[in-house]
């Protein structure tokens, strides 16, 4: 029977799973290497090894209401798009209000997870820690990797010809914190993802100029969206994903494109995707147009060389006198202390996990990676899920139905990466948000049944179906239910327009 749990991590997934596992009636340890928790929402001055780092300037993508944890909204009198300091104190408020802290061993790094020797018998990890120089082994019944996927910067300089001669400066986007360094450069930041293009648009206020390099284009939307209301308030709904589904994938395709280029046209602007008809995930920023509108940030392609102060560029084009360059070219998946490293593989980027968080291949599933996946939805409410989900396979077991969904994976790639085809042309573990959380909500008892709730509560049953997809729906019912749920949904747009 699973009693210990081990947690990796004290970010916004490492909570979650702390708190999931209280709520079963677990005994979770949760070991931080950090003095603090918050992982990738604690701001720092200087990156920490090991740890995810952020610029100063850094809001969220998802609103209040649609990236809470589901039985705790923020405040009131908080922003809609919140900035990492607000985040962080938020994060602090949920630990305290559900007496966390005291499960989390702060300054503590775990060096080395490793099966027990009768661990197809009994699914037992030893973990190894280390704190002040002193190492600790420990014996759990199940552990839980909550250590995010924004640790290791993916540095590809085979993949550009050149740069050992580039006599500027250059750096991951994981270094940048603030733009006043760069004041009077010219500045080239490589890769058109959401952190590329937020460092693009803050350099460009301080820069003498900008250059955004892209290999294959996106789709770009604004935080604010029809009517002047949250984007995904407005998308993010149980109807739009019917009907997403419903449709043929010509048609959803043809819509998903029209949608994107409803306000502008893409190739106008030098971003549209290569495959025009990708679902690859957009990005979300408010000032870039403007920015690239105004002169300040020119939209340049792929590079194909490095010169001493120059850039060539695939179209054939030179940029002459170039100071700095900033690769926002992301992160791989590492987990260095896996002992046996066969057992979380990443190849390519990508990681066979089923239901992407447990290794297939486990005799017993006592092992889940929590806040791995990438969805349009929010990853606060999704880690939540997660751990919810990944805590009744602990207890329960789900071997059996985990091998034949394997088997029928095979045919559709909906259980294990690589990625979903929708969503063919990334390399995160990619899927869409409502279906995957209705997979796992299922599994577990607690997906809302829209049909019941339209016999014993019409109102609410059309807030759930038509309104936005808030993390409060997956506490209406099932394990770990809160009786503020529906008064929750009743008064999100309340605390939207406030």
Same mark, same amino acid.
């Given at each position: ?294 002169? $300040?940030? %020119?939209? /340049?392609?792929? +590079?194909?060389?490095?010169? !001493?102060?120059?850039? @060539?560029?695939?179209? =054939?084009? *030179? #940029? ?30 990508? $990681?066979? %996990?089923? /239901?992407?968080? +447990?290794?297939?291949?486990? !005799?017993?599933?006592? @092992?889940?990676?929590? =806040?791995? *996946? #990438? ?34 994976? /095979? ?88």
């Amino acid at each position: 029977m699973v009693r210990r749990v081990a947690v990796v991590g004290a970010g916004i997934s490492g909570l979650a799973a702390t708190k999931c596992c209280l709520e079963e009636g677990l005994e979770p340890t949760c070991f931080e290497q950090s003095e603090d928790l918050g992982g990738l929402w604690r701001y720092t001055e200087k990156p920490e090894e090991g740890r995810a780092s952020i610029y100063c300037n850094v809001f969220t993508n998802s609103c209040k209401e649609m990236m809470c944890y589901p039985d705790f909204p923020f405040p009131d009198d908080y922003p809609n798009y919140i900035h990492n300091k607000r985040l962080y104190q938020y994060i602090r408020d949920y630990a305290q209000h559900f007496d966390l802290l005291r499960h989390i061993r702060f300054k503590t790094l775990v060096t080395k997870i490793k099966k027990r020797p009768d661990f197809s018998a009994t699914g037992q990890w030893e973990v190894v820690t280390q704190r002040d120089g002193k190492e600790e082994a420990a014996v759990f019944d199940a552990v839980m990797v909550c250590t995010g996927h924004h640790v290791y910067p993916n540095l590809p300089l085979a993949s550009f010809p050149g740069i050992e001669k580039f006599k500027g400066c250059y750096l991951h986007s994981r270094e940048y914190k603030e733009p006043e360094k760069f004041r009077g450069k010219k500045v080239l930041v490589v890769g058109l993802g959401n952190s590329g293009c937020d460092i693009a648009v803050e350099l460009s206020t301080v820069a003498s100029q900008v250059y955004l390099s892209t290999r294959s284009g996106s789709w770009v939307m604004s935080r604010v969206w029809n009517f002047g209301y949250p984007w995904d308030m407005l998308l993010i709904t149980r109807f739009w994903t019917w009907l997403d589904n419903f449709l043929p994938k010509s048609v959803s395709d043809w819509l998903f494109v029209r949608s994107m280029n409803q306000q502008y046209k893409h190739e106008d602007f030098g971003l549209m995707p290569l495959d025009g008809a990708s679902r690859k995930e957009p990005l979300l920023n408010d000032d870039i147009l403007s920015r690239i509108t105004c002169g $300040v940030v %020119l939209i /340049k392609p792929n +590079v194909k060389e490095f010169r !001493e102060t120059s850039v @060539l560029f695939q179209d =054939g084009t *030179v #940029q002459d006198d170039v100071d700095v360059v900033i690769f926002a070219t992301g992160y791989s998946h590492s987990f260095p202390f896996m002992e046996d490293k066969s057992i979380i593989e990443s190849k390519n980027n990508e $990681v066979a %996990l089923y /239901k992407y968080m +447990v290794p297939p291949q486990l !005799e017993k599933p006592t @092992l889940a990676v929590i =806040g791995l *996946v #990438q969805s349009f939805g929010s990853a606060i409410p999704t880690a939540d899920v997660q751990c919810r989900w990944a805590v009744k396979v602990f207890q329960a077991g789900m071997q059996d139905v985990m091998l034949k969904e394997i088997r029928r994976a /095979k045919a559709t790639p909906l259980f294990l990466c690589p990625l979903s085809q929708r969503f063919r042309t990334s390399k995160t573990l990619q899927t869409d948000y409502i279906t995957y959380m209705n997979e796992l909500t299922s599994a577990i008892g607690a997906k809302p049944n829209v049909l019941k709730l339209l016999l014993t509560d019409p109102q609410l049953a059309l807030k759930v179906f038509f309104g936005p997809c808030t993390p409060y729906q997956f506490r209406l019912t099932g394990p770990g239910k809160w009786s503020g749920a529906r008064r929750a949904i009743f008064t999100q747009w309340d605390r939207t327009l406030k």
